[in-house]
T-cell receptor, first 109, second 114 residues
Framework: DAKTTQPPSMDCAEGRAANLPCNHS???????VYWYRQIHSQGPQYIIH???NNETNEMASLIITEDRKSSTLILPHATLRDTAVYYC??????????FGTGTRLQVFP | ETGVTQTPRHLVMGMTNKKSLKCEQH?????MYWYKQSAKKPLELMFV???????ENNSVPSRFSPECPNSSHLFLHLHTLQPEDSALYLC?????????????FGQGTRLTVV
């Protein structure tokens, strides 16, 4: 069972920030929030993960609410190459990755 | 390029054939995984290997037989498959089974069973 809820699809204009929400209201204290994306017909790609604090790397930022029941992945300046399915996954560090249906992000010119 | 290489990239096989999918990584990872992705369905975890030992089999039919001869190589042997087994088969690896290690995925093998 996927422990997260994501909108099935979103659109974003090229150059604008893409904000992808994820609800994980039943998250446990030792569970991390992971984000992966899958560009069409390729293998999934790791983006970022976090536990409580907000995280940033060269690809994206992850904002986790104080109660940890939801999070937002931010792509600060979306490009056409960011068109993909984005998966939000909640798991303990010793657990395997279980994918849900994700959000299909379409970046348009 | 993720460091996880899968061959072949595409495979067409008959229902009576026997074929094998290969996955290799030289990242020094200790955990390897097989996933299946059917059209318009989420990725399904099939098998997990940690330090060459199978630690998970997600009720996968016996016509799929994994093999992990060492930490760098993972095979999926296929025999007497059905058309509904047509899918994208993805291999992944991670440094350690736990500790929050990120997983690196190969490009997948697109399998068509005719």
């Amino acid at each position: 069972d996927a422990k997260t809820t994501q909108p099935p699809s979103m659109d974003c204009a090229e150059g604008r920030a893409a904000n992808l929400p994820c609800n994980h209201s039943t998250i446990s204290g030792n569970e991390y929030v992971y984000w992966y994306r899958q560009i069409h017909s390729q293998g999934p790609q790791y983006i970022i993960h976090g536990l409580k604090n907000n995280e940033t790397n060269e690809m994206a930022s992850l904002i986790i609410t104080e109660d940890r029941k939801s999070s937002t992945l931010i792509l600060p300046h979306a490009t056409l190459r960011d068109t993909a399915v984005y998966y939000c996954i909640v798991r303990v560090s010793t657990d395997k990755l279980i994918f849900g249906t994700g959000t299909r992000l379409q970046v348009f010119p | 390029e993720t460091g996880v290489t899968q061959t072949p990239r595409h495979l067409v096989m008959g229902m009576t054939n026997k074929k094998s999918l290969k996955c290799e990584q030289h990242l020094g990872h200790n955990a390897m995984y097989w996933y299946k992705q059917s059209a318009k369905k989420p990725l399904e975890l099939m098998f997990v290997y940690n330090f060459k030992e199978q630690t998970e089999n997600n009720s996968v039919p016996s016509r799929f037989s994994p093999e992990c001869p060492n930490s760098s190589h993972l095979f999926l042997h296929l025999h007497t498959l059905q058309p509904e087994d047509s899918a994208l088969y993805l291999c992944a690896s991670s440094l350690n089974p736990g500790q929050g290690s990120e997983a690196f995925f190969g490009q997948g093998t697109r399998l068509t069973v005719v």
